[in-house]
């Protein structure tokens, strides 16, 4: 079975920065777009950055300049650089990759996956 896990959040003060990372394991055959969204209390789950197998990214206008998303197809691991944070900016931040992967019946197929979430906050 894929999984994804994330690692990285926290408290940091407005105007600073954090680093998430998202890792894939199980049996992976392929992983195709990887990307981070973001839910905020009473928020629905928005968009932050995707990018795919190639490296072609793509953001949230909210992050555009601040945000970098970067990839390792080696290491099946994706990061997501936050800078100049700001208050609006605290969410729980989740990992999300599709990936043609083993399920748990042992077939091979291509599925969405989710991490379980990272909280950030932003707060003086």
């Known amino acids: 079975q894929v999984q994804l896990m994330e690692s990285g959040g926290g408290l940091v003060q407005p105007g600073g920065s954090l680093r998430l990372s998202c890792a894939a394991s199980g049996s992976i055959a392929s992983i195709y777009d990887m990307g981070w969204y973001r839910q905020a209390p009473g928020k629905p789950r928005e968009l932050v950055a995707t990018?795919?197998?190639?490296?072609?990214?793509n953001y949230a206008d909210s992050v555009k300049g601040r945000f970098t998303i970067s990839r390792d197809n080696a290491k099946n691991t994706v990061a997501l650089q936050m800078s100049s944070l700001k208050p609006e900016d605290t969410a729980v931040y989740y990992c999300n990759a599709d990936v043609f992967g083993k399920n748990y019946s042992g077939i091979f197929i291509r599925k969405d996956y989710w991490g379980q979430g990272t909280q950030v906050t932003v707060s003086s």
């Open positions: 990018i795919t197998s190639g490296s072609m990214s």
